[in-house]
T-cell receptor, first 111, second 112 residues
Framework: GEQVEQLPSILRVQEGSSASINCSYEDSASNYFPWYKQEPGENPKLIIDIRSNMERKQIQELIVLLDKKAKRFSLHITDTQPGDSAMYFCAAIPNNNAPRFGAGTKLSVKP | EAAVTQSPRNKVTVTGGNVTLSCRQTNSHNYMYWYRQDTGHGLRLIHYSYGAGNLQIGDVPDGYKATRTTQEDFFLLLELASPSQTSLYFC???????????FGHGTKLSVL
């Protein structure tokens, strides 16, 4: 199975509402969990990350939560805007192994 | 910001063709990775390297070879390209001590 599972694959929300993306991972050695936003024709861009010594991190409208015991982490975008429409990827990175990515979430924010 | 350069940006070849994708980083990064991106699958790890001369097998290695000739250069080789290898390929790198990844701009490969 997938080493990093990401859900949902498609997410449609109304402008101003919140959007949540959930990921789970298998490798208990994972200690760094970045989130990437990818616009069409572009490479993935890091938007926020969290390390294993934290449970919550917020940068403006982006919130990431990490539950190491459950091996789950999530991205929450509050007050979504049409400019938030994009593909989003989570990743789990162990210090001693290669990064694995989720399958991606296509977020559409409708005005 | 660290720079990772991929070439070519676009490549079209025929089934059975020989293709080399190049990735160069001048950030003194130890780790380099090759991923393919396909709809519904996200970024899947093909091969990676911990340093010059080192190669590690990823999750979807079939049909691909890789070579890390120097600290800076990591190549992905498709010796007998197949249509199933039509994809968007990304190279990424990072340092030994920091897990943050830096991505190239991608190579779009079409195998006809």
């Amino acid at each position: 199975g997938e080493q990093v599972e990401q859900l949902p694959s498609i997410l449609r929300v109304q402008e101003g509402s919140s959007a949540s993306i959930n990921c789970s991972y298998e490798d208990s050695a994972s200690n760094y969990f970045p989130w990437y936003k990818q616009e069409p024709g572009e490479n993935p861009k890091l938007i926020i990350d969290i390390r294993s010594n934290m449970e919550r991190k917020q940068i403006q409208e982006l919130i990431v939560l990490l539950d190491k015991k459950a091996k789950r982490f999530s991205l929450h975008i509050t007050d979504t805007q049409p400019g938030d429409s994009a593909m989003y990827f989570c990743a789990a990175i162990p210090n001693n192994n290669a990064p694995r990515f989720g399958a991606g979430t296509k977020l559409s924010v409708k005005p | 910001e660290a720079a990772v350069t991929q070439s070519p940006r676009n490549k079209v070849t025929v089934t059975g063709g020989n293709v080399t994708l190049s990735c160069r980083q001048t950030n003194s990064h130890n780790y380099m990775y090759w991923y393919r991106q396909d709809t519904g699958h996200g970024l899947r790890l093909i091969h990676y390297s911990y340093g010059a001369g080192n190669l590690q097998i990823g999750d979807v290695p079939d049909g691909y070879k890789a070579t890390r000739t120097t600290q800076e250069d990591f190549f992905l080789l498709l010796e007998l390209a197949s249509p199933s290898q039509t994809s968007l390929y990304f190279c990424a790198s990072r340092t030994l001590s920091n897990e943050r990844l830096f991505f190239g701009h991608g190579t779009k490969l079409s195998v006809l």
